[in-house]
Nanobody, 121 residues
Framework: QVQLVESGGGSVQAGGSLRLSCTAS????????MAWLRQVTGKERKLVAQ????????HNADSMKGRATITRDNAKNTVYLQLNSLQPEDTAVYYC??????????????WGQGTQVTVSS
């Protein structure tokens, strides 16, 4: 069973940037799709960015297009989310997730504990 640990969250002012990290243990991330999602208290989790299992395509939710970049470092078994031009509405807990099985971009069953991002105006 893979364990995912997010880090890099914090408090920034509007217009600032953060780089979130998601480090895996117990299993390689190579060959697995990865996704970053975020959740505001009391609301459902929403996709921020997604990387296919081949690592060659990305998908950003409309609200984050042009402001969020997902990348993978296979040597470090880590996935990153670069967030730029942050706005107060980006305040949320950010989670990384991966499927239980390789070669699929569905059924993201494995989740980290989340990291808080707070953006002040």
């Amino acid at each position: 069973q893979v364990q995912l640990v997010e880090s890099g969250g914090g408090s920034v002012q509007a217009g600032g940037s953060l780089r979130l990290s998601c480090t895996a243990s117990g299993r390689t991330l190579t060959g697995y799709a990865m996704a970053w999602l975020r959740q505001v208290t009391g609301k459902e989790r929403k996709l921020v960015a997604q990387l296919s299992w081949s690592g060659q395509t990305t998908h950003n939710a409309d609200s984050m297009k042009g402001r969020a970049t997902i990348t993978r470092d296979n040597a470090k078994n880590t996935v990153y989310l670069q967030l730029n031009s942050l706005q107060p509405e980006d305040t949320a807990v950010y989670y990384c997730a991966t499927p239980e099985y390789p070669g699929t971009t569905h059924d993201f069953a494995c989740w980290g504990q989340g990291t808080q991002v707070t953006v002040s105006s």
